[in-house]
Nanobody
Framework: QVQLVESGGGLVQAGGSLRLSCAAS????????AAWFRQAPGKEREFVAA????????YYADSVKGRFTISRDNAKNTVYLQMNSLKPEDTAVYYC????????????????WGQGTQVTVSS
């Protein structure tokens, strides 16, 4: 079992930055690839970014490419999402997820999910 806890969300103006953290506990986190998803009000949850077990491979949704950066520190059992140049359309609850494989886009492949952290971008 892996427990995931997100933090770092908040209210920011358009053009600003936030860094989200996802702290993992339980089994060795380096055995899991990880990802961030988000869900805006009235919309389905969507993929944002993913990172492989060692961090050597990353993958991004087109909507965040060039603005967001996913990274991980396995010594700290933590995955990060650095979000720059934020836009109002980035407003959502952001979720961290983990899986033993590396299939970034398929939500059903993720075995563990956090509770989410709210990000609100004002215009």
């Amino acid at each position: 079992q892996v427990q995931l806890v997100e933090s770092g969300g908040g209210l920011v103006q358009a053009g600003g930055s936030l860094r989200l953290s996802c702290a993992a506990s339980g089994r060795t986190f380096s055995l899991y690839s990880a990802a961030w998803f988000r869900q805006a009000p009235g919309k389905e949850r969507e993929f944002v970014a993913a990172i492989s077990w060692s961090g050597s491979s990353t993958y991004y949704a087109d909507s965040v490419k060039g603005r967001f950066t996913i990274s991980r520190d396995n010594a700290k059992n933590t995955v990060y999402l650095q979000m720059n140049s934020l836009k109002p359309e980035d407003t959502a609850v952001y979720y961290c997820a983990a899986q033993t494989r590396y299939k970034p886009l398929t939500q059903l492949d993720y075995e563990y999910w956090g509770q989410g952290t709210q990000v609100t971008v004002s215009s």
